[in-house]
Structures are given as structure tokens and as C-alpha cells.
């Protein structure tokens, strides 16, 4: 907790002070302006609008492409703060408290070597020392996509159910691992891989395995509500079963492509051209590269379920007609902090390098992030 308000105070000084050392990359809006920008938009006119939109704008057919949890939330907010800008903010704080200490808890199980609960008295199993967990608090915070913890978007909030409900998971308490695991879902299309991992997590997990059955299995049906009645409510207003999918194609000319067309014209935009979505382009590249490796890195260790969370998002990413939002999508891969954590306890000093060697990339991406140009 210390970590991450620590980390929020400083973020959002940085920005406060940005405009008088860099004058020359900010304009003279208010605050709450700077946080504005890109997907922080369009989620306060989903919170205002619905998805009809502004009434006095042309009709965006991408307004499907985002699912309805986090501008249900930033309405509810946003009543009680009167501004959804702050209301954006505030989510974040609170969600992203969560988010990190159901992250350090999972780092905490996997100190110990097993997912259940042990003691720390005398005669009883050592307790884990915590070092391994908050390492990995301090690597997600690192990262070059953190600023996206702290804005408008819908990651913070995603990761405040998803990752408490993964802990369930690990831990057999299946129940609520459901229950959390809904809301998630209503969050983000992330939460259909976050389900089927759980899927994968209880047939071959420890407590999966001690805990077969209709009743327990039962509960992880609950995820996948959220993404029926969005399905059913998208077609109830567009007569099409499919409008996610044609969101982004209609928005963002997203589609399938083979792997190697995808990398191929993403490699194109990142090294053939010189503008404002050079240096975003190389992101997705480096950001790609780190998932191919983290995936092959647990299924080596035979992570089925974290295997199987990472790689479906990969496979979606990698075969769109080009690399979007991978970058981004990094903050939602627990298991890649994990790992970070686990790198601290072995080789603090290598964990130390790469920590300074992020910093800047993270502070970079937040100054492009508030200064209105793209940071993926």
C-alpha cells in the first residue's frame, strides 16, 4: 500500500509540474484536462451517453468495442464526485490499491512454494518473508505501461477482480473466485481469458483436483454472464451477435490476420516512418517479444493455467491486422510480475538494473500519455 500510494502521489505531481519545466510539449489546460485523453474520452461519454454517443457527433461504430463495467462504474462515481475526469482518477486509486495487494499475496503463495495459508509459529511452516510479492508491486509500477494504472482506464479496475479472484482460485476457493471473476468480465474481454484460465486452473491445479465436481465447477459458469448479456444487449441495439468484433474492425480496422502479415506491418510503422507513433509501434514490438517469452517461460515451468492466460491474449494481440494496446496490455499479466519477483529474490542486483533501466520509459509514456500524444 505504501508502494503504490507513494507512487500515486508522485504521478500525480509529476503531472501537475509538467507544464512549467516542459512547456513546450504541454498546453495551458486545467488538470483534470491532462488526464483526459484517448480511451479516458470516450469512457466519460459511455458513462454520459451511452453507446449512441454524443447526440451532436457522427455515430462512432467502435463504441461497441468497449465493454459497459467501467463506464457503469464512472457514472456511479462521477454521481457522487460531480466530475467523471476525477471520478476516472479516483477508481483508479482505489482500484489500483486492491490491484496490489492481491498482487503481493499471490507473490506471497508463490514464496512459499504452495497456495494455501500456512503458519508462522513455532513448529509450524516459515511464513513467507513478503520480499517476493512486493518485488513484484515494484516491477508492475515500473513498467513502461503503469501510467495507464493511474489514468482514466478501465485496467485498474479490471485487475482489482481479476487478481483477487485468481488468488481464490489458486487457494480452491472456488465460490469466490467466481464471484470476483464476474465483474471482471464485465470489465474488459479480458475476462474470458481470465475464465478459461481459471477452467485450466481447476483441472489441473492442486486444489482443482482435490475439489472435483459439479458444485465447485459450477461457480466459474458465473464469468461468463457478463459477456452473454453484453453479447445479447449489443444485439438487442445493432441486430448483430458479432458486434464486438466488427467494433473493431469498424473503428480500428482490426481484423484477423495471419501472425506474420501482423508483424510485418507493425515492424513497417515502427522503422519504415517517422512520426508521432514511431516510438508507440516499438513498444508493441518489445512488448510482443517479452509475451512470446513469458509464455514459452511457463509452459517450460508447465503453468498451464497462467500459460493459457497469457498465450489467448497473445494469439488475439498478434493476429490483429496490426499491433494495438500489447503494451498496455502487459499491466494485466500478473504472471510476468510474478516472475520479476521471483528475479528480485534471486538476483536483487540484475532487478535493481532493470527497475532504473524502466523508470524512464515509464515516466517518458506518462508525459506522452498527459501531453495528448499516443502511449499505446
Not at 175 to 199: C, E, Y
Not at 257 to 275: G, H, S
Request: glycine share 10%; aromatic share 14%.
Amino acid at each position: 500500500m505504501a508502494l503504490w500510494l507513494g507512487a500515486w502521489l508522485g504521478v500525480m505531481f509529476v503531472v501537475a509540474v509538467a507544464p512549467r519545466a516542459l512547456p513546450a510539449l504541454f498546453d495551458s489546460r486545467p488538470y483534470l484536462d491532462r488526464w483526459a485523453q484517448w480511451d479516458a474520452v470516450r469512457f466519460t461519454k459511455l458513462a454520459t451517453y451511452g453507446y449512441d454517443g454524443p447526440p451532436w457527433e457522427k455515430f462512432d461504430p467502435g463504441w461497441p468495442a468497449f465493454f459497459p463495467g467501467y463506464p457503469l462504474a464512472l457514472r456511479a462515481v462521477g454521481a457522487l464526485v460531480g466530475d467523471l475526469r476525477a471520478a476516472g482518477l479516483l477508481i483508479s486509486l482505489v482500484a489500483g490499491a486492491v490491484a496490489v495487494v492481491a498482487l503481493a499475496r499471490l507473490g506471497n503463495d508463490a514464496e512459499r512454494g504452495h497456495v494455501t495459508d500456512t503458519t508462522s509459529g513455532e513448529g509450524g511452516e516459515r511464513a513467507p518473508s513478503g520480499r517476493l510479492g512486493t518485488m513484484a508491486v515494484v516491477a508492475m509500477l515500473a513498467g513502461p505501461g503503469a501510467v495507464f494504472l493511474f489514468a482514466g482506464y478501465s485496467e485498474s479496475l479490471f485487475l482489482a477482480f481479476a487478481l483477487p479472484a485468481w488468488l481464490c482460485a489458486r487457494r480452491g476457493q472456488w465460490m469466490w473466485a467466481g464471484l470476483l471473476a464476474m465483474p471482471a468480465s464485465a470489465v474488459r474481454i479480458t475476462g474470458l481469458f481470465l475464465v478459461l484460465a481459471m477452467l485450466v486452473e481447476y483441472v489441473v491445479g492442486a486444489h482443482g483436483r482435490r475439489s472435483r465436481g459439479l458444485r465447485p465447477a459450477g461457480w466459474l459458469v458465473l464469468p461468463f454472464l457478463p459477456l452473454a448479456a453484453y453479447t445479447f444487449y449489443q444485439w438487442t441495439r445493432t441486430g448483430d451477435w458479432m458486434a464486438w468484433q466488427h467494433a473493431q474492425e469498424a473503428g480500428w480496422d482490426r481484423r484477423f490476420t495471419m501472425p506474420w502479415d501482423a508483424l510485418e506491418l507493425t515492424w513497417q510503422a515502427a522503422f519504415a516512418v517517422d512520426n508521432e507513433f514511431t516510438l508507440a509501434f516499438r513498444i508493441e514490438l518489445a512488448a510482443a517479444a517479452v509475451g512470446v517469452a513469458l509464455t514459452v517461460f511457463l509452459l517450460l515451468r508447465r503453468r498451464w493455467p497462467e500459460a493459457t492466460y497469457v498465450g489467448l491474449q497473445l494469439v488475439a494481440l498478434m493476429t490483429s491486422s496490426y499491433y494495438l494496446s500489447i503494451g498496455r496490455a502487459t499491466l494485466l499479466w500478473w504472471p510476468l510480475w510474478l516472475a520479476l519477483g521471483g528475479m528480485a529474490v534471486r538476483w536483487p542486483r540484475a532487478f535493481t538494473g532493470l527497475v532504473a533501466a524502466a523508470l524512464p520509459f515509464a515516466v517518458l509514456q506518462l508525459l506522452t500519455f498527459t501531453s495528448g500524444s499516443w502511449a499505446g
